[in-house]
């Protein structure tokens, strides 16, 4: 059976009309899914990752005071405990709400490899920790739940989310010595005073590791020496 002229062109036309926008629909999901990534990847690297790098860097370097700059010689002994608690379980409170807040998996659907290298660094300074725990010549460890309930001492949950506390907020909160805060820290605290030079190096890897992985993502260069940082 044939068709004629007028009902051909009125078929192609019909069918052009299904085509384009059936086309302007998916360009449409397609934009806006970029851009739903775009402001994805923006928020993590900024609420997330940029925090944790700065952490990473604060705890090498304390750290590193210990270990070869001489900060325990110069350093009061209730700052010296205090400032390192916080900076321990600040970068531990950032190391949980990657994985409570989900941030871990929404990095891995956008990019997978990213996810999978940033939780095995991360997870790596744990254990490094659990190294540090089981050696014969440290004698005050830091078990998993001990290092939980720092990084939650450190931690403030709001309308936002889940973050750090400022340094003022965490001290006020243990400052005083009969509070039941300064008795759950208080693991954390004999841990910190027990580090020694050699304690100390074997954190530090892991940590260097973190922030190479991260300077990658946030663009930010790393505060540690090029010498250390592998």
């Not at 939650?152 to 907020?169: A, C, F, I, Q």
């Amino acid at each position: 059976m044939s068709i004629d002229p007028t009902t051909e062109t009125i078929i192609a036309a019909f069918a052009g009309s299904i085509v384009g926008a059936a086309l302007a629909s998916l360009m449409d999901h397609y934009l806006a899914s970029q851009r739903e990534r775009h402001r994805f990847e923006e928020e993590v690297v900024q609420k997330y990752l940029t925090t944790l790098q700065d952490a990473a860097e604060s705890l090498w370097w304390r750290l590193w005071n210990i270990s070869d700059g001489g900060g325990r010689r110069v350093m009061v002994p209730q700052y010296y405990s205090g400032s390192t608690m916080y900076a321990l379980g600040r970068f531990l409170s950032l190391k949980y709400s990657l994985a409570t807040e989900g941030v871990f998996y929404r990095i891995r659907r956008i990019q997978p490899h990213l996810g999978q290298a940033l939780r095995e660094k991360v997870d790596a300074f744990e254990y490094a920790f659990e190294k540090l725990n089981h050696s014969p010549s440290f004698g005050a460890p830091l078990f998993r739940y001990d290092r939980q309930v720092l990084a939650e001492m450190v931690s403030v949950r709001d309308s936002t989310g889940y973050h750090p506390s400022t340094y003022l907020e965490f001290v006020n909160l243990i400052m005083s010595t009969e509070s039941q805060a300064r008795k759950l820290v208080a693991p954390a605290e004999e841990f910190v005073k027990a580090l020694q030079s050699g304690d100390a190096r074997v954190l530090m890897p892991s940590l260097e590791d973190v922030v190479d992985q991260l300077e990658s993502v946030t663009e930010i260069p790393s505060k540690i020496p090029s010498e250390t940082n592998r």
